[in-house]
Each structure stands twice: as C-alpha cells, then as structure tokens.
Nanobody, 129 residues
Framework: QVQLVESGGGLVQAGGSLRLSCAAS????????MGWFRQAPGKEREFVAA????????YYQDSVKGRFSISRDNAKNMVYLQMNSLKSEDTAVYYC??????????????????????WGQGTQVTVSS
C-alpha cells in the first residue's frame, strides 16, 4: 500500500505559477503509476496529468498541455505538478493518485480515475483573475 499527501496549493493570480507536490509512503513507489486529478465546485473530478511508473511516459488533459508538467523523483518518493500560466478555470482541489502496476505495464499511463486505487486528501488551488 501507499499513502499520498499533497502540498503546495494556495492562492495565485492569473498568469502565475504553482508547484504541487505529492509525497508517497512505502518502499515500492517506483512501481506505481501516478496521476493528478482536480475537482472544481459543482463539477465532477477530472483528469489533469499522468506519469508512468518508469517515468518515461506522460499524458495531459488538452486544456493544460503546454502549461502544466508532471514529473517524479522515485528516490524521494515524490511526484510533482508544475503549473504555469494559471487561469481562473484551473481553480479546484487537486488530488494525487497512485496505482501499483505490474512490470509489463511500467511504461503505461492511467487517465481514468477508476483505475487508481490510492488517493491523497487534496490541496486547494485558487486562481484569482
């Protein structure tokens, strides 16, 4: 099992940047595919970005391509989401998610929330216009 704790959220003006961090417990973090999701008030949770267990593959929601970047540091059990050029529509609670992958699937990414078994508590990101 893995426990996930997000940090780095806050209030930022439109056009600004934030870096979200997700700290994972456990000794098998490098075997987990990781993702970031977000949920705005009154809306369903939506996929933002994903990275494979190997770190070699990433995938983004179209609305954040070119602005957000997902990365991981397996030595530190950390996943990051660098968010640049933030817009008011990026305001949401951001969640880190993880799923243990078999070796044969270490290069794959997961974009569906139902595919993830482990979730953090979320961190609020508010972008003021």
């Amino acid at each position: 099992q893995v426990q996930l704790v997000e940090s780095g959220g806050g209030l930022v003006q439109a056009g600004g940047s934030l870096r979200l961090s997700c700290a994972a417990s456990g000794r098998t973090f490098s075997r987990y595919a990781m993702g970031w999701f977000r949920q705005a008030p009154g809306k369903e949770r939506e996929f933002v970005a994903a990275i494979s267990a190997s770190g070699g593959s990433t995938y983004y929601q179209d609305s954040v391509k070119g602005r957000f970047s997902i990365s991981r540091d397996n030595a530190k059990n950390m996943v990051y989401l660098q968010m640049n050029s933030l817009k008011s529509e990026d305001t949401a609670v951001y969640y880190c998610a993880g799923d243990l992958r078999p070796l044969a699937l270490w290069h794959g990414v997961l974009t569906n929330a139902n595919e993830y078994d482990y979730w953090g508590q979320g961190t609020q990101v508010t972008v003021s216009s």
